[in-house]
């Protein structure tokens, strides 16, 4: 049974040591390459270099919808696949600031914000049947066969005729809808529509993507108009100095922890060496499959939940202490210790998580990359502190790791030799 619990363990930091060999390196097998952490995690315009445009919007008494819909264009105009490190923020009441990393080129970034948005429906030949002049308007609504949002177009007068032609010649067929060459929607046709009154639906879309979809279609080209304020090129340099650095004392300050938790807890100390590597390589696995994007301000948010990571293990260890003074055997006092100490890991954790989501709701830029982060790294904290750690120490204790209470580090003084026997 010993041995079982100590192969068990030792199988799992296998595991965890392979994985993250895995996505530091980004190997290749056979002819398939894993992609690395470094590839599926994008850098911001602080460490990346890049351009950084500031527009400025000359309507007065601008409606907040308006706004809305600039940004969304600008985003699908910019970024069409919406997961590079692109990142439109809004500035004040009438200016719209525009980061775009690894772009140094601030003429051809200037001259794509400033052209008009230009809407095609076209069909499955890519031939175009009808453009966004023959568009009334677009609206949301719930409804339909399945009872779910969709999005309600109207034609004019020319487009109801060009409309009905080609539902009826592509019935069963799809007719894409494309904005600027990127296609945004792709519905199929299930009845012909002489009326001018079309409904898009489906069953998977939310609310927030039909209302985006009708802002796409109600704005074929930007709303407003936009002056360029200023274009700066950020260079690399920030970058490739801060980012090194960064690791390097991110690196720095793990090796610390890992050192001090093993020589004063011993091997609780390296199940929470294990546990912490288990946390980073969850939050690193986590931003790659979001494809988030890495910024300073991000680093320190995740070396912070790092931190908050240690603190979790800390306190637990310190209530199994307790569990031990009072005589309890190293089993019973590990139970004992984690359901103590959950309370107070869960209060500290769930209220960091409520600030960090004001800073990113409230917040732009390197603020929302700092909240994103710290978000992400504080939940994972809290579930590995929990979860994974409660069961490393359970399998080390079924091993009879803890049987000699100099294992157990500062747990084994005279006065809790009964609760080591």
């Known amino acids: 049974m010993r041995l079982k619990n100590t192969i068990i363990f030792l199988i799992i930091v296998m595991i965890i040591g392979a994985v993250a060999y895995m996505g530091a390196v980004g190997p290749v097998i056979g002819d398939f390459k894993v992609a690395s952490f470094n590839d599926n995690i994008k850098k911001g ?7 950084s445009v500031l527009e400025e919007i000359q309507e007065k008494n601008l409606a907040a919808s308006a706004m809305d819909r600039t940004i969304e264009l600008l985003t699908m105009r910019i970024n069409p696949t919406g997961v590079s490190e692109i990142v439109v923020t809004k500035e004040g009441n009438n200016r719209i600031r525009i980061d775009i990393p690894g772009q140094y080129d601030t003429k051809a970034v200037i001259d794509n914000i400033a052209k008009s948005g230009k809407l095609e429906f076209r069909d499955p030949d890519g031939n175009v049947i009808l453009s966004g002049s023959d568009v009334k308007k677009a609206s949301v609504s719930i409804g339909g066969s399945t009872n779910t949002p969709m999005v309600n177009l109207e034609m004019n007068t020319s487009g109801t005729k060009k409309f009905a032609d080609a539902t009826t010649k592509f019935l069963g067929k799809n007719i894409g809808i494309y904005m600027d060459e990127t296609q945004i929607s792709n519905p199929t046709v299930n ?14 879309m939310t609310m927030a993507e039909a ?13 407003v108009t936009l002056k360029n304020v200023s274009a700066n090129v950020v260079g690399p340099t920030l970058g490739k100095n801060a980012l090194p650095e960064s ?9 610390v922890i890992f050192a001090f938790m093993l020589l004063y807890y011993r091997i609780p100390g390296l199940i929470a060496n294990v546990a912490l590597a288990f946390f980073i390589l969850l939050v690193l696995i986590a931003l790659s499959v979001i494809h988030a994007t890495l910024t300073l301000s991000g680093i320190a948010g995740l070396i912070l939940t790092i931190g908050m990571a240690v603190d979790a293990n800390v306190l637990i260890f310190e209530r199994i ?16 210790g984690f359901h103590r100490a959950l309370s107070s890991i869960l209060d500290s954790n769930i209220t960091t ?3 960090g989501v004001v800073l990113y709701m409230l917040g732009s830029g390197t603020v929302k990359g700092f909240a994103l982060t710290l978000i992400i790294g504080v ?16 399998l080390a ?19 809790i030799r009964r609760g080591l026997k």
């Open 397 to 415: 204790a079924n091993a009879g790791w803890f049987d000699n209470k100099w294992a157990i580090g500062t747990f084994g003084v005279h006065d």
């Open 191 to 204: 009845t012909a529509i002489i009326d001018g009154s079309a409904q898009i639906e489906g069953g998977n």
């Open 353 to 355: 998580i409520l600030s």
């Open 379 to 394: 939940a994972l904290s809290m579930i590995s502190a929990i979860t994974f750690t409660r069961f490393m120490m359970k």
């Open 247 to 255: 690791l390097k004392a991110g690196m720095v300050a793990i090796i």
């Open 211 to 223: 209302t985006k979809l009708s802002n796409m279609i109600n704005s074929g080209a930007l709303p």
């Open 321 to 336: 202490k307790e569990e031990l003074k009072s005589g309890k055997s190293p089993k019973s006092a590990i139970e004992a």
């Open 45 to 51: 315009l602080d460490l990346k270099g890049g351009v």
